[in-house]
């Protein structure tokens, strides 16, 4: 009778253990699970961003809100068909003509799309910087004149330029700064900067 009595004490204490390190266990786990979770959420600020490959989505949420803005500042023409495709509606603007065509006719390059005729230009030849404008969302003003002088210059004197869009966030990633990159043919570039600064 005693060592029957033995044998079960030993059971639940044995059974209790188990319990005891299971929960231990379970404990522990919640613990490091939670440190690990902290040491992921920290913020990390990494000061200023190069200028982010817009090609890849993984953008800054205000970034691609700010994306948005300058695509809707962009002149704007709607219902247009693609010149190659009649049936296809045209949905990307080449960066050197501006004229919307289906997306089998643009290849994109930095960000960019180019049409057929265009791409060519791109690379065969050098370009370089002409010039730099800030633009903010309290003046989007700026822009749109400097995409009409660009356009102009390309449909009156035939000279091609492009446009890039180049996104800065601050420090404290709480604003972002965008500058429109003006882009020439390295010969044309002294003779783009005379006619923007003239406009
Ligand atoms: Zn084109
Ligand atoms: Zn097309």
Redesign the pocket.
């Known amino acids: 009778m005693m060592e029957n009595t033995a044998i079960i004490l030993i059971g639940i204490t044995l059974f209790l253990l188990v319990i005891i390190v299971g929960l231990l266990t379970l404990l522990i786990y919640k613990v490091l699970k939670n440190q690990n979770s902290l040491i992921n959420n920290t913020p990390i600020r990494t000061g200023e961003a190069p200028h982010p490959d817009v090609s890849k989505s993984e953008f800054h949420p205000g970034i691609l809100e700010r994306m948005k803005e300058m695509e809707r500042a962009k002149p704007k023409r709607s219902e247009l068909f693609?010149p190659?495709?009649r049936e296809?509606p045209g949905e990307v603007s080449c960066g050197i003509c501006d004229k919307l065509?289906?997306k089998?006719?643009v290849k994109p390059f930095k960000a960019l799309h180019f049409c057929k005729e265009h791409i060519p230009l791109i690379m065969r030849h050098e370009w370089e910087e002409v010039l730099t404008v800030k633009t903010s969302t309290q003046d989007p003003e700026e822009g749109v004149i400097l995409y009409d002088a660009k356009k102009r210059l390309f449909e009156d004197k035939g000279i091609p330029t492009y446009i890039e869009t180049h996104y800065k966030i601050n420090v404290d990633q709480d604003y972002i700064e965008t500058y429109l990159v003006v882009l020439a043919i390295k010969e044309n570039v002294e003779m783009v900067r005379t006619h923007l600064s003239q406009n």
Do not use: T
Request: charge should be negative.
């Open positions: 693609c190659n495709h296809e065509f289906c089998s006719c």
